[in-house]
């Protein structure tokens, strides 16, 4: 079925006869398997590589044509992820595998320390995970929270593994992520700085539940922030340039330095203050017949207040008549002097 359905579309593309070769292999393998050669998960397009041995040419080949037929479907290439990327170029895998190693040992220098340090700290560690993880600071400014997903054991970026805990040994790729989530949360709650600051110092920053996960799917998912710590109103992506400067700066060493800056008013982070004393209230008992003595009140003004409207038209109509006859001695005035 699904080898029909593939191969009526094959002339679509534009293949050459070594491309509808390739193509008829990849759709004669998903049947096998009973999968759906379009659209195909970058999972899929990577146990095909996996089961089908090859030179990394003959690899390239194979996932541009699996691209081609699904960018002509109207479906998004599986094999644009950068993992199937780093399968299939040995030097791009090699320059992830030393950014990753860079990035690791970059990630134990941030300090976390005081405001708003800490922001800035989660900020960018999630930045430096979505570049071990193979994106462009392109892919990472088109990001929005709906796209990250952390799982016990790393991230998916649209529902696609992007990096795992075994990448950046000793550094939780989840916890990362559920961090930055949260501070988004936090934000989404109560969209103030000194909120965030509050729940930073006091630890107060939780995972979000689903229905908050829903709330900021749309958010873009790295923003710029002020030296305050405050992002951009509305929220707003960073730009790729400035994402490349930040990466180069932390793996250079030369990070940008974030000095702890109190809020306007500390004491909101005082948790160990006393409480002030509150005057008593006594309770207010409410009477229970108030309604009805409110709707019986209603039908009395409204009986009472029937016939306002003819008083309203009669005095109207006299005050009109007053008017003409006034009009009218004034029109006789100068005839009868003449």
């Known amino acids: 079925m699904h080898t029909h359905e593939t191969r009526s579309e094959e002339t679509d593309p534009g293949f050459t006869y070594r491309d509808r070769v390739t193509w008829a292999q990849y759709t004669d393998w998903c049947t096998a398997i009973e999968s759906a050669p379009i659209p195909a998960s970058p999972h899929t397009l990577a146990t095909f ?20 037929a699904h960018t002509a479907a109207g479906h998004r290439p599986p094999g644009r992820t950068p993992e199937i990327r780093m399968y299939v170029n040995d030097s791009r895998a090699r320059r992830i595998a030393v950014l990753r190693s860079a990035v690791a040992a970059r990630l134990d220098g941030l300090d976390d320390t005081g405001w708003p340090r800490a922001l800035f700290a989660y900020r960018d560690r999630m930045v430096l995970v979505l570049v071990a993880a193979g994106l462009t600071y ?16 790393g991230i998916t970026i649209a529902g696609h593994t992007a990096i795992t805990d075994r990448h950046l040994p000793d550094h939780p790729v ?57 992002p951009p109103f509305p929220m707003a992506a960073i730009s790729a340039a400035s994402l490349a400067a930040l990466v180069r700066a932390h793996l250079s060493h030369s990070p940008p330095q974030r000095r702890q800056r109190p809020l306007r008013s500390a004491s909101i982070l005082d948790d160990d203050r006393p409480a002030e004393p509150q005057p008593h209230v006594p309770p207010i008992q409410l009477d229970p017949d108030v309604f009805d003595r409110g ?27 007053a008017l003409r006859m ?12 003449a």
Not at 138 to 153: E, F, N, V
Request: charge should be negative; proline fraction near 8%.
């Open 295 to 321: 709707i019986a009140i209603r039908r009395q003004a409204q009986h009472d207040l029937d016939g306002v409207l003819d008083v309203l038209d009669d005095v109207e109509e006299r005050a009109d008549r």
């Open 326 to 337: 006034l009009e009218s001695l004034l029109d006789d005035g100068p005839a009868g002097d």
């Open 138 to 153: 392109s892919d990472i400014t088109r990001l929005h929270c709906g796209d990250l997903t952390a799982k016990p054991d």
């Open 49 to 68: 590589l996996d089961e089908h041995p090859a030179s990394v040419a003959t690899q390239r080949r194979r996932v541009s044509v699996v691209n081609t």
């Open 174 to 230: 989840t916890e990362i992520a559920e961090t930055w989530l949260a501070v988004h949360a936090a934000l989404h709650r109560i969209p103030t700085a000194r909120h965030l600051a509050r729940c930073i110092e006091a630890g107060t920053l939780t995972p979000p539940r689903t229905r908050e996960l829903d709330d900021v799917a749309d958010i873009p998912l790295i923003p710029p922030l002020d030296p305050h710590g405050a």
